[in-house]
């Protein structure tokens, strides 16, 4: 039998199903199994009870000669992505018994592809933190150090990659969300043009930045699945028309050189609360691009010291307004000693959200009231129109914007957990990019103190995903080879 882990190259593997060097079975035993031996981990919410027998039907269409581009590639969902056949619980009480009546393309598109949905990853409750210790079902914990968070809020997804529990996970990231947690986790992720993966079957949070995309362990195996997810769908009127070609990265397509590429280095990451080891160690890498044909300049930003700001009051409007669908009558837990209907919303929504959710709906409920709205919510949206005429200047000089994902590497688990305004500056290097809406990925490419890894973020320009893997590509060979050439 061929030999494989689960962490080797997405085409290899497909390659092997393909040509019956090894089943769809055996790849999804194997994901069981190491599942079941790294369970600790706490990454994964609940396994896909069908997922043995999903993988016997792709052996079956394997053997009558379908060509899958994701051949039996088990892979796992974060709990906010509806799925048949488990509970959909976006890691909240008061979905804790929700089973969802249908699927969105997304799932759709990878099952059609050959992909096998191994299991449910664990998150924040509705995708709002930072570390995946706003679960209501317990943290998950960081693969390189599991006395340290994983990042979040897909957190459960970046640790699940990076201990080859299965090959890759999809996310949500709608403001960090991806990009964060794969950076203090060590693994590929890829946060997508707002729009470019329809959104329809995904527990929505922030409807205006909310965006779907892939944690792997490579940026060719993000390409292989971004190759799958993109595109329009009829049922999202938000989904915007993928670009023709392919997103996935050739062997002969890939430079591993970085020749007149523009690079602008984002000033406004680098000031204060960046941890100065992160900071040397990005420098020294970003620097030594320069030996592989780049040219780096220092770009300013200005807007983005208001993004954060205006992030946590655009956001938590927008999850004022989305999480008032659960009432208590029509998704999810309902208060039974409710005596009418009055109390069957308040007391639903008191026992099923938990404390982030609550303050979160409580900020946005206050700044979109009628006395605030020009204070708050007006003014953070003029915020967002600057940040995006500042990225537009920055992207008529520069090809791509880089910066870290985050100002530390993973930190102790409950040290943050307490003080919400910490755990909200975990986003500051992250969420200008959710608010203009372009896409971004990040690539490990040190570790600092006992091994723990860092990201660096790499934003392109709106729908050019396919040139921002190019890239990133050959940054992740310039990580391999330690910098310089
Ligand atoms: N950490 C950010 C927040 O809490 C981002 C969340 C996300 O992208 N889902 O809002």
Redesign the pocket.
């Known amino acids: 039998m061929a030999k494989f882990t689960l962490s080797g190259p997405i085409a290899d593997l497909v390659e092997q199903v393909t040509s019956g060097q090894v089943s769809a079975t055996q790849l999804v035993q194997t994901a069981l199994d190491r599942i079941a031996e790294t369970e600790d981990y706490h990454a994964i919410l609940e396994l896909n009870r069908y997922a043995l027998a999903d993988a016997q039907a792709v052996d079956a269409r394997v053997a009558a000669g379908e060509k899958l581009p994701l051949a039996g590639i088990p892979f796992a969902a974060k709990d906010n992505f509806l799925t048949l056949g488990t509970h959909t619980t976006a890691a909240s009480h008061i979905l804790e018994t929700f089973t969802a009546p249908y699927e969105g393309p997304a799932i759709a598109r990878l099952k059609a592809a050959g992909a096998v949905l191994v299991a449910k990853t664990n998150?924040?409750a509705?995708?709002?933190?930072?570390s995946t210790e706003?679960s209501d079902f317990g943290p998950t914990k960081n693969a390189h150090d599991p006395s340290r968070v994983p990042g979040?809020?897909?957190g459960g997804s970046t640790t699940a990659v990076a201990l080859g529990q299965v090959c890759f996970a999809i996310g949500?990231?709608?403001?960090?969300?991806?990009?964060?947690p794969s950076s203090l986790s060590g693994v590929v992720g890829l946060k997508v043009t707002y729009g470019l993966v329809p959104r329809t079957g995904v527990i929505a949070?922030?409807s205006s930045?909310?965006t779907i995309g892939p944690m792997t362990n490579s940026v060719a195996d993000a390409g292989m699945v971004l190759d799958v997810l993109a595109g329009r769908d009829a049922s999202d009127a938000t989904s915007i028309e993928r670009n023709a070609g392919s997103y996935r990265i050739e062997a002969d397509t890939l430079a591993d050189d970085l020749d007149g590429v523009k690079i602008g280095l984002i000033k406004e990451y680098l000031g204060e609360g960046l941890d100065a080891e992160v900071k040397a160690k990005l420098l020294a890498f970003v620097d030594s691009l320069k030996s592989r044909g780049a040219t780096v300049e220092t770009v300013s930003i200005p807007a983005t010291e208001r993004a954060l700001a205006a992030?946590?009051i655009l956001?938590p409007a927008e999850i004022s307004s989305n999480l008032a669908r659960y009432d208590g009558i029509r998704y999810g837990h309902s208060a039974a000693a409710a005596a009418n209907l009055e109390e069957t919303y308040f007391m639903s929504r008191d026992q099923g959200f938990g404390a982030?959710a609550k303050r979160?709906i409580m900020i946005g409920t206050y700044v979109l009231s009628s006395g605030y709205y020009d204070a708050y919510y007006k003014r953070a949206q003029k915020v967002r129109t600057k940040l995006v005429e500042e990225f537009d200047d920055a992207f008529a000089k520069y090809d791509y914007l880089v910066g870290p994902a985050a100002p530390t590497a993973a930190f102790p688990l409950g040290s943050k957990s307490g003080d919400p305004l910490a755990?909200?500056l975990?986003?500051v290097m992250?969420?200008a990019v959710?608010l203009v809406g372009a896409p971004a990925v990040v690539v490990p490419f040190a570790s600092v103190g006992d091994g723990l890894p860092v990201g660096l973020q790499i934003i392109g320009r709106q729908k050019l995903e396919g040139a921002l893997l190019q890239v990133a590509a050959a940054v992740e060979l310039a990580a391999a080879a330690g910098g310089q050439k």
């Open positions: 998150q924040d509705f995708g709002h933190g930072g706003n979040g809020s897909s949500t990231d709608t403001g960090g969300s991806i990009r964060q949070m922030a930045t909310d992030y946590y956001v982030e979160r755990m909200y975990e986003d992250t969420v959710s």
